[in-house]
């Protein structure tokens, strides 16, 4: 096997923390699946999804169990609100590749504005402090991730397209492909958006009843939904 360089090669179950599978979230099916089976990640992990199916809370106890702050940031950021995380981050264990960075970023759209809030509060005291409260919700997302993802590391992304337009999107997309083209960084991803599920190099899970399925981009159920409505959406406004 090549020596990979990026961080995370594994989740498991942490051995001596095992999560009683009848309290939540155990009792979601996708996150049951990397409790019995461990999940394999590779350059790029996106999961896609209904709401309430599972995919925000995996991503967030990655991040966490990576040491990144769980209302967004670097391992270095100590923002917080109001706790709302669930305990399974305290019950995965990640296996790392030997040797790979543990730099790492976490961002997720519903948290963003007391975030910047908070890296206003605590400036930069290395390089120039962004004015994010000046621009557009959009904008400011898109500012943020080039100026924080940059080199080697794990940078785990929940929902990003709740602040982006179409170009937007487009925008990020480009960012991430670039960082997982480098292999020295991961990506780690929830989405609905059928654009950003398309990064090239992604291991694609559908997360439902079922638990964690591989698809390809074209059959996913986001995808084909998409291309109905867009084919012809009286169909579906029809029956609103």
Known sequence: MA????????????????????IWPATLAPVTTILDEGLDLGPATVLVGENGSGKSTIVEAIALAYGLSPEGGSTGARHSTRSTES??????????????????YFLRAET?????TYLESNPS????????????????????VVDRFRGPGLWVLDEPESALSFSGCLALLGVLKELVASGKSQVIMSTHSPLLAALPQAQILEVGSWGLRPRPWEDLNLVTAWQAFLTAPERYLRHL
Request: net charge positive; glycine share 8%.
């Open 3 to 22: 020596f990979e360089r990026f961080p995370l090669r594994r989740l498991t179950e942490h051995p001596k923390n095992t999560l009683d599978r009848r």
């Open 87 to 104: 305990v399974l981050a305290d019950h995965l264990q990640l296996v790392r590749n030997a040797g790979a960075t543990r730099r790492g």
């Open 112 to 116: 963003m504005h007391g975030f910047f």
């Open 125 to 144: 005291t290395t390089g120039p402090n962004v004015p994010f409260h000046e621009m557009s919700h959009g904008e400011s997302f898109l500012e943020l």
